[in-house]
């Protein structure tokens, strides 16, 4: 492990130290903390291992002076399903803790997340009922799963983010994030969206507009030039390498996921992961705040 790796570990476990000091456990506290637990899940989402058989095996020979105990994979997967909310606590108490998280400008997009490709796999999922069949355009081709729905600020910090079946609308998805939080909103006036094509409807327009949050979108053929229209290509750009630090350096299409927590969970490890990175680059004056190429190996 890296200098680098353990700096960022021990930044981030004095910051879950400090956000949930006040919390007591009933009985015998767990042999590893929680604090532990959710900075053993980043690292692993950072080094790249898919599977916490050899995350674990890796961690008892090379982490122990950070990690005293190291449980089995039956009680490191269970801890870790149990911990989602608070992963999804620190996420957001890292974003707050940026100056990235008061940025007027969001971008927002879905990317697949496949959860099994075989139709046998299919039929005896516990997915089913949530995850469905989709189109991936980027890829021509059709998948099974879910699709991940991020709405982060230019410099790739995601202010929310959630798991939809792909045959729900995005538009529909992304206002159901937005009634879910409408703290997000309330104080940002002036905030500027900007999405694709996908996301056209003036009834979402009007829907965000009422919101304070302006739509930016690439006009159709058939349409005028839409305002701010010769900047969207290039600023679109950056979600799609926020969802390619994801996907390619982070695993996102490899999270081994079968159930509804396990899935949920395993995606948000690798959503905190990246946060952990730029929150931590941040603060460190990095020139590249979403780079993990310090941490990853």
Known sequence: MTQ?????????????????????????????SDSELVCLAVAQAVLGFHSETRWLRFARKHLTSMFPYIPQQS???KRLRAALPLVKRITRELATDTAFWFDDVWITDSTPVECGRSRPTVKRSQLAGWAGYGFCRSHSRWYWG??????????????TWALASPKIDEREVLAAMLDREPQLTA????????????????????????????LLRPSFKR???????????????????????LKGQLGLEQHGGRTFEGVAVRVAQRVLAMVTAIWHNHHTGASTTRSLIAFDH
């Open 223 to 245: 349409e005028k030039t839409r305002p701010g229209e010769p900047m969207l290509k290039s600023v679109r750009q950056l979600i799609e390498s926020v969802n390619d630090t």
């Open 4 to 32: 680098d790796l353990n700096t960022l570990l021990t930044a981030l476990y004095v910051k879950i130290d400090d956000e949930i000091g006040g919390i007591r456990w009933m009985g015998r506290p767990p042999r590893l």
């Open 146 to 159: 879910l699709r991940l729905f991020l709405v982060c600020t230019p410099a790739g910090m995601p202010i």
């Open 187 to 214: 104080d940002r006036p002036g905030q500027l969206l900007i999405a694709d094509k996908g996301f056209a409807s003036k009834e979402f327009e009007s829907d965000l507009a009422s919101r304070g949050v302006t």
């Open 75 to 77: 009680g490191y997967n």
